[in-house]
């Protein structure tokens, strides 16, 4: 069975793209995502007994999907705000629709696409080394959601008083990020920043294959289409197959909220972290 979830992943991703470069449809983008996370989610199941298909119940794929449109909402803010995002081809409440469920079921793709990384990065051995003092790191993670809401304020404020710089959203981000993570910490004393900290880099490592893959499928399937284009943003020049290089930076960032995201807000008592 988990075979046949692998070929219908491949199948599902590899028609949407034909689909929707045949006919340039929003639909496309839901049934490539679907097909990326099939096919992800077949791979554990096959190499590593353990998906989110085998150990979620539909109650929380449902809930997954709905958070991640709603995460979504929130990335599509702090981008406009930033003017990074041109245009979206947006005409219809029906479009509108499958754009924020596309997001949410980015949400399960992430994670699937993460994990199998992971595990095979950590059979690998584990990459070590810790950069500040234990009394630093402990200060860091104290003070990670203050840190993250100044980063936002200061953004909102410049806004108030000027246009923001498309280079600003990275505060938006890592403000957004630091609050996740703090809450992350404050709930099972875990996150990305508290590994990075100790000095455990294979979860940091993990996420680049994972995004620079999940990358060049959504982004490459988008170019003939053309339904977003990035604006006032740092490495739009030189591109990769087509995709600006700020793009592959951004998708890593992406990753590291969503995941921060579902581990606070989905199922606190995955073990994402400690893979």
């Avoid at 994670?111 to 810790?130: A, D, M, N, P």
Wanted: charged content about 10%; glycine content about 6%; overall charge positive.
């Amino acid at each position: 069975m988990k075979f046949l979830q692998a070929l219908l992943g491949i199948l599902i991703f590899i028609t949407s793209i034909a689909w929707g470069w045949s006919f340039n449809r929003y639909e496309s983008f839901i049934t490539m995502v679907i097909g990326y996370w099939l096919f992800f989610d077949s791979l554990n199941r096959i190499f590593f007994k353990e998906s989110l298909i085998t150990k979620s119940k539909p109650s929380l794929l449902i809930k997954t999907v709905f958070l991640g449109a709603l995460l979504g909402i929130v990335l599509d803010f702090d981008m406009t705000l930033a003017h990074i995002i041109e245009y979206y081809t947006i005409n219809n409440i029906w479009n509108l629709f499958l754009l924020y469920f596309g997001w949410g079921i980015c949400l399960l793709a992430i994670y699937e696409s993460y994990v199998f990384f992971l595990r095979i990065i950590s059979r690998l051995g584990k990459i070590k080394f810790q950069l500040f003092p234990n009394w630093l790191n402990k200060l860091i993670l104290k003070h990670s959601g203050f840190i993250g809401c100044l980063l936002i304020l200061f953004v909102f404020l410049f806004f108030i008083h000027s246009s923001v710089p498309g280079w600003f959203v990275m505060f938006l981000f890592l403000g957004n990020w630091l609050i996740l993570e703090f809450l992350q910490y404050k709930q099972t004393k875990s996150g990305l920043l508290k590994k990075l900290l100790e000095g455990n880099w294979n979860h940091a490592i993990a996420i680049w294959p994972a995004a620079i893959f999940f990358c060049i499928a959504w982004e490459y399937m988008n170019l003939p289409m053309g339904h977003w284009a990035y604006v006032n943003m740092f490495w739009l020049e030189p591109k990769i197959l087509g995709i600006p290089l700020a793009a592959f930076f951004g998708y890593f960032c992406w990753f590291v909220i969503y995941l921060a995201f579902y581990k606070v807000f989905v199922n606190e008592n995955d073990k994402l972290w400690e893979l």
